[in-house]
């Protein structure tokens, strides 16, 4: 009711035309203050909306020759503090010439989108993405015929593509990103999409499509469209062949993580003579890539990672002279890598990314690799390549990523391939023959946040002590690389999340407490720590000290790290009894204090019901097995074996339905073993 009498004094005002002070109309002037009245705007956004010129106001813009309000830009681009909040006062309608109405980035608080929205006539560009609307999309919008682009992306919609928008004749950009679902009343198939033949830009990322067999076809109908992008939309099929092709116009192709369609790459593809970008990811293709893929001569980026092909890449990939990014990850192909970048036809002097991990390529690095100045992300990891790597990559002053793991590298890696990488951020060089050979004093160019160099050797059994100027440096995986060395005092101050040391020689006693603020995983395993269990932090999801000489008690330490989920201190010079803060790790799934000197008898409080390994044996532990075992539901494994338990093993313990192994063997125990388990060693 009060929506139709605002809509009668807004007619009858413009019945008046409004009165024009001091270069913009009052009534809009009014309008846009009313606006302001329902928006809550704690940041101040909108205090220059005072004075007489609301021409002059942050974020209106009028026509310089009408001095009518064209254009609102509301847009948040800072955190979400600087949302504007509260109600959208259809007052707005007063604009009759806004043509640009921009609320992005803002925190409407779950509601629709206000239908009035719908009769702003003149708009051309709505754009509402990421301001937390959400319900039903109003089929009013289908009435704003000016519209050129709609942008609702990031919206929780519960039905998103009402049969109106068929009357959107005029619209050429359409993004609907990641809204949340169709409902049941919704048009569930594209067939409106048919009417829009102006229709250049089209995202619908993550919108469900299931229902929509017949996507191709209908998308093969717009002549103009230059971009498609349907990631993620639940497409089930893909024709491989179509009679006629209507949208060579396109330039940008994505149709990443969908299927499994489980055929070969459509023959159409290599009619898109105009494609610049081509993402078919993680959507189950398989078959030969064909010789074909040489036509799209304006590829720029190519991703077909994760898919099943065969054979190898062909050829003709070398005429691609424009592609910047290659992912060709996890695709099972094979050959030798020089074929595939060699320098026959375009030597790729401009790659930025390339990405060939997880794959069969052999060959080495040298004849191409230093051709390209300007990678910025290098992945070649998980293949069976050989040799050395080029010194000439230290030249590589944009590279960032690099991961060349798990392959049959050789050589000396020294500070010269590292010379100017001062952009580097990940190195993973493990699983190679590699020696690596910097000087103790030397100062590397890149501040890390990822390094792993596992079993590669470093020539000098000192700790690296460049690793001290690493001050961003989260994930250290420093496994089997010949440290024989302590550990040095600034070591404990760098801002580790993840930290594997193992396999190596290391020596010296564990600080007292260890300062790590967002440690989660510690592997320190087959060392020769010594000393006392450390205080650690509550982050911890991993704690694993075994091998190395610790000693003492389980005391305190433990206890305050809920989240532990893998704890191991076997092979250890443990004792004293198992604490029964144990309990209290209600996500322990593995725990292993075997081949200590514990004594004592078990807690009586076991409620860790995601613990799928208790291994306790070879101790000194004795006395009765407590009943609440059968508390432990997920158990898989338990090893008491090399104790001295005694008495019946408790009823409960057939409660313990996962139990594949158990082993009681060396111990005094008495009475039956319960059914049900599969792998028994009892003595
Ligand atoms: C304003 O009017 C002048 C003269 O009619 C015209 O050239 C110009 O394009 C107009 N500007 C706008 C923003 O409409
Ligand atoms: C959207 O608004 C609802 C209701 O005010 C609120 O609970 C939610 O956190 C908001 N979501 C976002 C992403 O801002
Ligand atoms: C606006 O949309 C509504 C709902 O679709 C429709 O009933 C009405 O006729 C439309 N108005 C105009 C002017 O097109
Ligand atoms: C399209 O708009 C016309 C009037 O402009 C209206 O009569 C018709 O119902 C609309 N179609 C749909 C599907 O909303
Ligand atoms: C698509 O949806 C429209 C409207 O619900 C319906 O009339 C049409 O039959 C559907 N087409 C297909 C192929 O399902
Ligand atoms: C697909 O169609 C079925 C049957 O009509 C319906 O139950 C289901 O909700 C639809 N799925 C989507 C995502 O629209
Ligand atoms: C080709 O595209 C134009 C423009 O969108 C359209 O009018 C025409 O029907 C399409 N042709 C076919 C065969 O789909
Ligand atoms: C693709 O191009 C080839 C050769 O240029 C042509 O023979 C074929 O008909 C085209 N396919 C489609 C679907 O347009
Ligand atoms: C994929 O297609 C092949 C035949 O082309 C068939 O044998 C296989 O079962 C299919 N796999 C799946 C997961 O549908
Ligand atoms: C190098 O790559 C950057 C982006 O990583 C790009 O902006 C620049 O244009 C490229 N330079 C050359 C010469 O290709
Ligand atoms: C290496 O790639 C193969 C095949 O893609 C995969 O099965 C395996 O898990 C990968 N290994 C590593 C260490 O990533
Ligand atoms: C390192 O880069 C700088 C500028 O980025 C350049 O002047 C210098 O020659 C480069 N050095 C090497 C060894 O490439």
Redesign the pocket.
């Known amino acids: 009711m009060q929506y139709r009498l605002l809509l009668l004094l807004i007619v009858w005002l413009l019945g008046h035309h409004g009165i024009l002070t001091s270069g913009c109309f009052e009534i809009e002037r009014e309008a846009l203050l009313t606006f302001k009245a329902g928006i809550i705007d704690t940041r101040n956004r909108l205090s220059s909306w005072a004075g007489p010129d609301c021409c002059s106001w942050q974020g209106v813009v009028c026509d310089s020759n009408t001095s009518h309000v064209v254009k609102l830009n509301l847009q948040n681009k800072y955190s979400s503090d600087y949302s504007l909040r509260g109600e959208i006062n259809p007052s707005l309608l007063v604009l009759t010439q806004l043509s640009r109405l921009d609320l992005s980035g803002n925190d409407f608080g779950g509601i629709s989108i206000p239908k009035f929205i719908g009769s702003l006539k003149s708009l051309m560009h709505l754009d509402l993405s990421s301001s937390n609307f959400s319900g039903e999309m109003p089929v009013q919008l289908g009435n704003l015929s000016n519209l050129r682009y709609l942008d609702l992306s990031y919206s929780y919609f519960i039905c998103i593509i009402p049969p109106q928008f068929s009357n959107l004749s005029r619209l050429h950009t359409l993004r609907l990103e990641y809204p949340f679902a169709f409902s049941g009343t919704c048009v569930d198939n594209l067939s409106w999409l048919p009417h829009l033949f102006f229709m250049r830009v089209l995202h619908l990322d993550g919108v469900d499509l299931s229902n929509t067999t017949d996507w191709l076809e209908i998308v093969n109908t717009l002549h103009f469209l230059t971009e498609l992008s349907l990631p993620g939309c639940h497409l089930t099929n893909i024709p491989t062949s179509l009679s006629y092709l209507n949208f060579t116009s396109l330039k940008f192709l994505d149709i990443s993580d969908n299927g499994p369609f489980n055929t070969t790459l459509p023959t159409w593809l290599w009619n898109l003579t105009k494609l610049s970008y081509l993402n078919l990811g993680n959507s189950g293709f398989h078959g030969k890539i064909p010789h074909s893929l040489g036509n799209l001569i304006s590829l720029n980026t190519l991703y077909l990672e994760s898919n099943n092909f065969e054979g190898k890449i062909p050829t003709s990939i070398q005429n691609l002279c424009n592609l910047v990014s290659i992912d060709l990850s996890s695709v099972g192909i094979g050959g030798d890598i020089a074929e595939l970048v060699g320098p026959s036809h375009c030597p790729w002097k401009n790659m930025e990314t390339l990405m060939l991990g997880n794959n069969r390529l052999h060959g080495s690095l040298f004849g191409w690799l230093e051709e390209m100045k300007n990678l910025s992300s290098l992945d070649l990891g998980n293949n069976s390549l050989v040799g050395p790597i080029p010194p000439g990559i230290?030249?590589h002053?944009n590279l960032q990523r690099l991961d060349l793991s798990y392959n049959s590298l050789q050589g000396l890696i020294s500070e010269a391939h590292f010379?100017?990488l001062s952009k580097l951020d990940e190195l993973t060089l493990s699983s190679n023959s590699l020696i690596i050979d910097v000087d103790q004093n030397w100062i590397p160019p890149f501040q890390l946040s990822y390094l792993a160099l596992d079993s590669c050797q470093f020539l000098h059994p000192q700790f690296p002590a460049w690793l001290r100027w690493q001050k961003q440096i989260d994930f250290v995986s420093l496994s089997n690389t010949g440290i024989r060395d302590t550990l040095p005092e600034w070591f404990w101050n760098l801002p580790y999340q993840y930290l594997d040391l193992s396999r190596n020689q290391i020596r010296g006693k564990l600080p007292m407490s260890l300062k790590f603020t967002s440690l989660d995983t510690l592997i320190l395993t087959s060392n020769r720590f010594e000393g006392p269990i450390p205080s650690l932090p509550n982050t911890l999801v991993t704690l694993d000290l075994s091998e190395n000489s610790i000693s003492g008690p389980l005391l305190s330490p433990i206890s305050n790290m809920l989240q532990l989920s893998y704890l191991s201190l076997s092979s250890n010079q443990i004792n004293g009894s198992i604490p029964s803060y144990i309990c209290e790790l209600i996500y322990l799934e593995v725990l292993d204090l075997s081949n200590n000197s514990l004594s004592g008898e078990l807690p009586q409080c076991w409620n860790n019901s995601y613990l799928l390994i208790l291994d306790l044996s070879n101790n000194n532990l004795a006395g009765k097995i407590p009943s609440s075992i059968d508390s432990l539901s997920s158990l898989t494994s338990l090893h008491l074996n090399n104790n001295n338990f005694y008495g019946e093993l408790p009823l409960e313990l057939q409660h313990c339905n996962s139990l594949v192994l158990l082993d009681l063997s060396n111990n005094k125990f008495t009475g039956e073993i319960i059914s049900g388990v599969r792998a028994v060693s009892v003595s």
């Open positions: 230290g030249r002053s010379a100017n």
